[in-house]
């Protein structure tokens, strides 16, 4: 059981917009700062979001990120089947005095 | 242009210690900008946080994993070493390690986006 809560699956057509959440509680996305990380198929992780919404150079301007409360949520834009991959939120849990992952969203674009 | 590559025996038997070293180019284990983690993922599964060093000797470890776990830096070589003790089939994962911007706050500081990985190493619990 993950400490942040991510749904296992998303999907939408090429051209469309998609939104990943990530839920967590106060310890954690509520007081510290959320990233987002993109894992295409057998390869490691990337950043595509830090700081809860910015974007590190080269990542497309299609990604975008936000934070309310103890919630963040990753967007994705016209889509393509390039973005079909498994996305991660993380964060610092200052209770557990940890690192801290989502369980991870399979997005397909269809 | 920053790059970690991970490197060690890709089968370590039940009850062993598995050691893995990072190798470190186009940066310093020595910077006090950052950390130097390791992560790891079950096949199929999330990412797990195994812990990190950082160049002022500092240490944090996963709470599930602390009692086993020693992270370690050799600044001559610019490398920093994962070692897990006492390892079953449950260890079996990619090992990633990977470089963690450092965040402070007006009270402490803590790890932030992990922003260089490597390519990761699939290490196998088996006799």
């Known amino acids: 059981q993950s400490v942040l809560t991510q749904p296992p699956s998303v999907s939408a057509a090429p051209g469309q917009k998609v939104t990943i959440s990530c839920s967590g509680s106060?310890?954690?996305?509520?007081?510290?700062?959320v990233s987002w990380y993109q894992q295409l198929p057998g390869t490691a992780p990337k950043l595509l979001i830090y700081?809860?919404?910015k974007r590190p150079s080269g990542i497309s301007d299609r990604f975008s990120g936000s934070k309310s409360g103890t919630s963040a949520t990753l967007g994705i834009t016209g889509l393509q089947t390039g973005d079909e991959a498994d996305y991660y939120c993380g964060t610092w849990d200052s209770s557990l005095s940890a690192k801290v992952f989502g369980g991870g969203t399979k997005l397909t674009v269809l | 242009q920053v790059q970690l590559q991970e490197s060690g025996p890709g089968l370590v038997k039940p009850s062993e210690t598995l050691s893995l070293t990072c190798t470190v180019s186009?940066?310093?284990?020595?910077?006090?900008?950052?950390?130097w983690s390791w992560i790891r993922q079950p096949p199929g599964k999330e990412l797990e946080w195994i812990g990190y060093?950082?160049?002022?000797?500092?240490?944090n470890y996963n709470p599930s994993l602390k009692s086993r776990v020693t992270i370690s830096v050799d600044t001559s070589k610019n490398q920093f070493s994962l070692k897990l003790t006492s390892v079953t089939a449950a260890d079996t994962a990619v090992y990633y390690c990977?470089?963690?911007?450092?965040?402070?706050?007006?009270?402490?500081?803590?790890?932030?986006?992990?922003?260089?990985w490597g390519q990761g190493t699939m290490v196998t619990v088996s006799s």
């Open positions: 700081d809860n919404n």
């Open positions: 990977a470089r963690v911007k450092r965040y402070c706050s007006s009270i402490s500081c803590y790890p932030n986006a992990l922003d260089i």
């Open positions: 060093f950082y160049y002022s000797g500092s240490t």
């Open positions: 106060s310890s954690n996305i509520g007081n510290n700062y």
């Open positions: 186009g940066d310093s284990v020595s910077s006090a900008t950052y950390y």
